[in-house]
């Protein structure tokens, strides 16, 4: 099955809104063996919508559109769906009474706006909204599928499972392609390149692979299709295993599984507490760990010490320690992460200071600068990582590396490595 | 100037990278006057690369293409490109210099793929990547700029910024169109709407209002276009004007302005310290506002209590409120309020418990159930909202919301305001 995405709005032309719509739903399509032919963005403009929908339908077997459903007046697009289909706008009764439903629970009045956005074009199947007000329709003409759903993410998402996926594979029969991705932290894109150079060049015409590099962590993705699904999966996994042979331990999972997760596992499995103290990263690392649903079974919590003064009074860092060495220093680090054990209650405990910027940089201790450990209590590594200059990438960074030095530690792997200074 | 963006990549069909470049090339072209024509991705295909590009180019005066530029061997902008032109690829022994001095001082070593990363389309101006390896490229043709970005986001942004503006500005001479942009928090979309119709009616054919709705804030944007400038800029100062009446304290801040920023400067003319205490947001509330360069001038710091131990031995929560009231409940963020601002010596203090989800909820408590309060140690608010099902939207909703409290605080607005319940 071919698809085509056409993402609707003035708002993401402009840039005040970025679409991710179109990324979710390319992953979730890619699951069942979807092809995107391509991604279109357009504005609030009938005449645009129109040909982008013609040129998607040129390529495609479905067009997935999203936007311009909502109660307000710049929303288009089910006028222009219903220009292409030459049909009228209709009146839903049961959609208006789930709307004053919906918003009575919440306790809210509905508006005129609520009333007009029940108008649909008289063609479609309209499709449930759990999450939000504008319901999804489906179209079908000639053996294609156009499906509108409105642009607020998470109504979009929940739209897709209940609704949309399962009728695309009734609609469509899957087609032969597979992945694999495997996830590495710790190492760059070139770097691993070099390690997998030979793997490369004897990788077969009809599987690839692609290196998608983010913050610390490259995930490698195999692609292979084929007429044969069962020969073509084995065929991955086989690849697979020499990747993992040729990587070792930088590698942390596999799929579509996230480092938090995974360390979060090694956690649970180990029967361990973890906590955090956390300075430049103020909280980021937290939010990261308790990402994950179920991490209040193996995470205590954290302690911010966005000030000296937190640092000493509740981590209790030593006023000589942050005179002599400063804040972002080996000593602080290894200071926080004993003084979180304690304040906490926690087995484990991962520390993080440094100098996120884009002020308070020195020769020595240039932005970027970042200081972490890791310990039990009785033995401490700490490591010092050189991150870039921009502020939100230093601390994603930072807490991503922090993530991969817990997983590290819990599997033992920090005595073997070089570089590494246990307390 | 008309604008097409065009991203390059597998990754992006396929949904392992979501293409957020494009969202942040709109609003930055936005800020120039630039007039986006449309956003297409195409996969890692010679083909469809030089099939969009000639589109693009069909229809707007500058195309800025990124991702296709990396070390690795599915990169094929390049290629693209030299054919689109009709030239060779060429050896830049500069560009090459410059990585081996980049990863000296990361290092790291260099590898053949940097060295094949060196050849450029002969024709191609090289714009230099601080950030970087791969240099960005810019070509003329027939008065038309096609621009040629890296797709690793803070390598695109700093090119952007550095060069590729710059140059477009140079080049293109700006066209009169003017945006101002309204930010609200704590009501609907729909409320709003209904607030504003009339004046929505009374707005003149080349001014018109959008709505951008997201977790518990809705963007208002007024454009407008035509032949005057300075007269376009004051009408749109009226219809702005008049918005803020209509809409009074929901509005806190325009344009580019976040939430965590305007609560910062608050705090900062007030010379007061925040502090928070986090259960079920697990740091993110923390997170936002130390996203703000200088946070450390107003924040103190926080503890993500994320088990009743902590909360208890941190926060001085009673185990008597925890067993009769249970975690998620007023008197539990009451208490926790009130001990952060004891423990991490604040001025002022939020606190947040709630049922972020999936698990966990009750008949009585159902997830998204969420507790908050902000207090100074003397006048103490309370407030319970009801976010959805998602368990990330709930970190996200809950931290926006309690941004919005402390700021609503700081204002005294809790007074005037119906259903709040001071100590």
Sequence with gaps: MKVHLITVGDEILIGQVTDTNSGWMARRLNLIGARLTGITSVGDDEAHILYALQ???????????????????DDITKKALARFFGVELAFHQPTYERIIRFFEQLG????????????MPANAILLPNRMGTAPGMWFEQQGKAIISMPGVPYEM???MEEEVIPRLQKYFPGLPIAHRTILTAGEGESAI???LEKLEESLPGHIKLAYLPNLGQVRLRLTGSGPDEAALRLELDHYSRLI?????????GSE????????GRLLREQGKMLATAESCTGGYLAHLITSVAGS???????IVAYSNEVKMKQLGVSPQTLEIHGAVSEAAVREMAAGAIRALGADVAVSISGIAGPGGGTPEKPVGTIWMAVGDGSTTFARRIQAGKNRLKNIEYASVHALNFVRQFLLGQLQEKAGEQPA
Tied chains: 1, 2.
């Design 55 to 73: 040129q998607a339908l040129g390529q495609a077997d479905a067009v997935l559109m999203t936007g311009g459903l909502g109660p307000t007046k």
């Design 108 to 119: 809210r009045p509905t508006t005129e706006a609520h009333r007009q956005q029940c108008y």
């Design 157 to 159: 998402e929940a739209l």
């Design 193 to 195: 390149a070099a390690r």
């Design 244 to 252: 993992h042979k040729l990587l070792g331990n930088i590698i942390f």
């Design 256 to 263: 579509q599984e996230q480092l938090e997760a995974v360390a």
């Design 296 to 302: 209040s079974d193996y995470f205590r919590g954290s």
